[in-house]
């Protein structure tokens, strides 16, 4: 299931006046936590939430280092 998004709400504030939000992240669980993290994420990147996104083994590698 999707995270919705309340597009209507929104608060114009200098960045002094800004707050980290930590009490309310910190009643959350850390799953919902993650799952917040993995939407924001999803969305900076253009990424569908639900798609199972698999690592590309073309640019990844993983072998026995040699001695040099």
């Known amino acids: 299931m999707e995270p919705k998004l309340d597009r209507t709400f929104s608060k114009t504030q200098k ?4 707050g980290f939000n930590e009490d ?9 936590r993650l799952a917040a993290a993995y939407y ?15 690592l590309d083994r073309t640019y990844c590698w993983a072998g026995k280092l040699e001695n040099r």
Not at 40 to 54: F, I, Q, R, S
């Open 15 to 18: 960045l002094e006046e800004q």
């Open 24 to 32: 309310y992240w910190l009643t959350k669980t850390p799953r919902e």
């Open 40 to 54: 924001l994420t999803c969305c900076a990147y253009g990424l569908e939430y639900n798609a199972d996104h698999k």
